[in-house]
Nanobody
Framework: QVQVVESGGGLVQPGGSLRLSCVASGSISSISAMGWYRQAPGKQRELVARTSGGSRPDYAAFVKGRFTISRDNAKNTVYLQMNSLKPEDTGVYYC???????????????WGQGTQVTVSS
């Protein structure tokens, strides 16, 4: 049906950078929005950033100014450029896509399996 796949996670030192990628594929008619969420051990999943095309991107307060979300509509891909990373940014980063399939006209959310980001010396 629809697949959402993240990549680009890894181990980075404090102050370093990573760029995450997420690709949505399958019988997609249109994508309304794509975003990034993260979950640290023992904590709830939280919004990192989200973009809906013509709208201004939505950022969590704790990442604004360090992270940038961008989207390539032609490739059904969203990116998260993460700079000035801190140890507290460590967690599993999940991608979401709000989309319509070719056979179902109602907007629905799809999630990837996540990619691990570890910020440590």
């Amino acid at each position: 049906q629809v697949q959402v796949v993240e990549s680009g996670g890894g181990l980075v030192q404090p102050g370093g950078s990573l760029r995450l990628s997420c690709v949505a594929s399958g019988s997609i008619s249109s994508i309304s929005a794509m975003g990034w969420y993260r979950q640290a051990p023992g904590k709830q999943r939280e919004l990192v950033a989200r973009t809906s095309g013509g709208s201004r991107p939505d950022y969590a307060a704790f990442v604004k100014g360090r992270f940038t979300i961008s989207r390539d509509n032609a490739k059904n891909t969203v990116y998260l450029q993460m700079n000035s990373l801190k140890p507290e940014d460590t967690g599993v980063y999940y991608c979401s896509a709000t989309l319509r399939t070719s056979w179902y006209g109602v907007l629905s959310d799809y999630w990837g399996q996540g990619t691990q980001v570890t910020v440590s010396s």
